[in-house]
């Protein structure tokens, strides 16, 4: 049994416990044996997943940031999630500019004057259009698997109908690598998109998806045709806006130089015995 303090945190809707393990001796088994019970929006604090700051495993960062996902598997990488982290991690003495590791990649954060923070991604995308059951999908992998489908507009408020689809495409047994995130965009305007995304490891749409904002708005400056070498755009989610740039290079048909933006807050704090 461990009484360990957390703090719960959220960005953009997306929102975490978060738990500072260098206090701690943790193991990886023990986050992802208690993670679903923390988790637990009945029987528990209540999140979409879990933060931990590692003591850090390379030579090369200042921390290692391990996420699972609220029923305790591996996301890979979580977008808001290290935006939120990063600014646990200010709050408790470190530098406004940081860099951590997910398993073998390596990102930078900056905290900004407005509390906003921003992650840059150490990723190539190459994107990929598929189609599963006859609907087409742009494939695009920002640090996590994920699935873009565009919609109409007022398809974006059909939460049933949204996650009747999530969840059949989510381990559909033609996605390879299996197990996906799935995406569902509608583009405002050239710069603008609006997003709603159903998360694996949560099985449910989430009000953010880091990750997704940034593989979503790759999937809208592909489908736009857009040929610039710099783009930036905002996304609305229903938990708040993000911001996404990257960078495109039209010979190798890849994105790279990937920033997510965003906001990054504290909700409250606590202990709990596990």
Do not use: W
């Not at 029923?71 to 860099?99: E, K, P």
């Not at 921003?118 to 695009?140: G, N």
């Amino acid at each position: 049994m461990h009484k360990i303090s957390f703090h719960k945190m959220e960005g953009a809707g997306n929102d975490f416990v978060v738990i500072d393990n260098r206090n701690y001796s943790l193991t990886l088994e023990d986050i992802i044996q208690f993670t679903p019970k923390l988790c637990d929006r009945k029987f528990g604090i209540g999140a979409d997943g879990i933060l931990v700051l590692q003591p850090p495993l390379r030579d090369d960062v200042d921390y290692t940031m391990i996420y699972r996902n609220a029923d305790g598997s591996d996301a890979g990488m979580c977008g808001n999630g290290a935006r939120c982290l990063s600014m646990f991690a200010f709050y408790f003495g470190f530098g406004s500019s940081q860099t951590f590791n997910v398993h073998d990649n390596v990102y930078e954060s900056e905290i900004h004057s407005d509390d906003s923070v921003s992650i840059h991604f150490p990723v190539h995308v190459q994107i990929e259009e598929v189609k599963v059951d006859e609907l087409s999908f742009i494939k695009a992998d920002a640090g996590t698997e994920h699935l873009i489908h565009f919609v109409e507009k007022e398809h974006l408020d059909n939460d049933e109908d949204l996650i009747e689809t999530g969840r059949k495409t989510r381990y559909h047994e033609s996605i390879d690598p299996p197990g996906t995130n799935v995406n569902f965009v509608h583009c405002d305007d050239s710069k603008q998109i609006s997003l709603q995304t159903y998360e694996r490891g949560v099985e449910n749409l989430t009000l953010a998806c880091g990750t997704g904002a940034l593989a979503s708005a790759i999937a809208a400056h592909h489908r736009q045709g857009k040929s610039e070498k710099h783009s930036e755009f905002d996304i609305h989610v229903r938990g708040g806006r993000l911001k996404a740039s990257f960078d495109f290079d039209p010979n190798a048909a890849t994105y790279h130089q990937l920033i997510l933006s965003g906001p990054a807050n504290f909700v409250f704090k606590g202990s709990i015995t596990v």
